[in-house]
DNA sequence: CGGGAGATCCTCT
DNA sequence: GAGGATCTCCCGC
């Protein structure tokens, strides 16, 4: 853990994401994301946008059981679960809930406060407003690929983590459809900080 | 600015 | 062998 984020606050126990998604969904909102490289380069943003995803749901990577891919999400909470879409971008999920049942959190979007040049290198061309408000920009912004599937983010000696500045979730959440999913639809499972839907 | 299509390849059946 | 928890570019308006 970078002594830039120690000043940000404490990192999140694993007792605080061993609730349901849904639940830790809402309150994950205003939390911030922190990682560092191998060289040191740290960057920070704020969570904006999360979606729940849990085992006894069908748009869920968990709904066909225990798979090579899919085991983290049956591990401990707190931990992160990295997948490749469509072949070309990388998802970060937040593992939530108790062990043994599968389920975590899409991160979709976070505000860039912290490392904002070396997000930009990373996301060379794009304006400010597109660095991070995606689930695949996200991880490009923060150069989370498979290498961190399962990293620990509750221990501050982890190259990535969350932690709490003391920023209330907000009062009114934005409450909607998942997206970019077939089956699940109905299940509004998407929560966003006020802002437009990206 | 909004819609549509292609890229691209891993995972599971 | 099919189907993605997406992004970007390129059109048209």
Redesign the pocket.
Known sequence: MPAAADRLGPVLPESWFQRDAPVVGVELLNKILVSQNAAAEVVAGRIVEV?A?TEDDP????F??R????EVMFGPAGRLYV???????H?A?VVTGSTGVGQ?L?LRAVVPVCGIETIRSR?R??SDS?LAN?????CEAFAIGLSLYGADLTSRASPITIVDDGTEPPSSPLIGP?????KGVETPWRFRVSGRMS
């Open positions: 979606e995803y748009a869920s990577h968990t066909v059981g798979t090579q891919r899919n997948y490749l879409s469509y072949g070309i971008h998802c999920n975590a899409l996301r061309g794009r597109e995606g689930p695949g920009k996200l998942r997206v970019g999913i077939s």
